[in-house]
């Protein structure tokens, strides 16, 4: 019976074409894991329980609707409604169409209004960042001497705002509960898939810009 001798250098090739095998097999086992990873680290979620408010953080429409939902599910006595820049809207009067500019959060308050929820629940603060919408629930909670707050927003901005909070002192002393804005709100086309966030073009933009704004707070600081 014949035997197959391979000489040093041909078992040195297959080793190696061995051991190439072996890791693009194993990179492509885990390639949306690898993907997935910027997305899934910029959305933190918590499990959800009874608080003493609700900070809604901008995140479009949906995130007021879902601070309006969890606030009629009992989770808290209190909704923060905390807006960012203003808005444009179209008004109608009569036949004639005007452009009216409104702040986020007197809007906000309208539509939580008309949800239902009573006037002395709702609480409207302004920003126009990110690390200033948290000094506002933040010295909010310290002055009402609250102990919990759930945060409300979209996918992509909780690891901002956590970043943003800390910045604050007297955020030790707070329980936060991350809930982002369950995608079963949005409109199929509106929806974030963190596991392919990649294949949406905005979802890719969303997540980019956000990795900029962190780079920006670690090289500037969060102001």
């Not at 809007?107 to 629940?121: E, Y």
Request: aromatic share 12%.
């Amino acid at each position: 019976m014949r035997t197959l001798s391979l000489s040093k250098r041909q078992r040195r090739f297959v080793a190696i074409s061995v051991c190439l095998v072996l890791l693009f097999a194993g990179g492509y086992a885990v390639r949306r894991p690898l993907l997935a990873s910027p997305a899934v680290y910029l959305r933190i979620e918590d499990p959800l329980r009874p608080a003493d408010l609700i900070a809604v953080m901008p995140s479009e429409w949906q995130g007021v609707d879902y601070g309006i939902e969890l606030y009629k599910k009992g989770y808290a006595p209190k909704l923060m409604l905390i807006g960012g820049y203003p808005f444009k809207l179209v008004a109608q009067t009569g036949a004639s169409l005007r452009v009216v500019k409104m702040d986020w959060e007197q809007i906000a308050r309208g539509i939580a209004l008309q949800a239902g929820v009573p006037d002395s629940a709702i609480l409207t603060r302004g920003g126009s960042s990110t690390y200033e919408q948290a000094r506002q629930f933040v010295e909010l909670a310290q002055a009402n001497h609250l102990a919990t707050v759930i945060i409300v927003t979209d996918n992509v901005h909780p690891r901002r705002i956590s970043w943003s909070v800390a910045k604050f002192p007297a955020s030790a002393q707070l329980t936060l509960i991350y809930s982002p804005v369950p995608a079963s709100i949005y409109l199929p086309q509106e929806q974030f898939d963190a596991d392919q966030w990649w294949a949406s073009e905005d979802s890719a933009k969303e997540v980019f810009a956000e990795y900029v704004k962190l780079g920006y707070y670690l090289a500037f600081g969060s102001r």
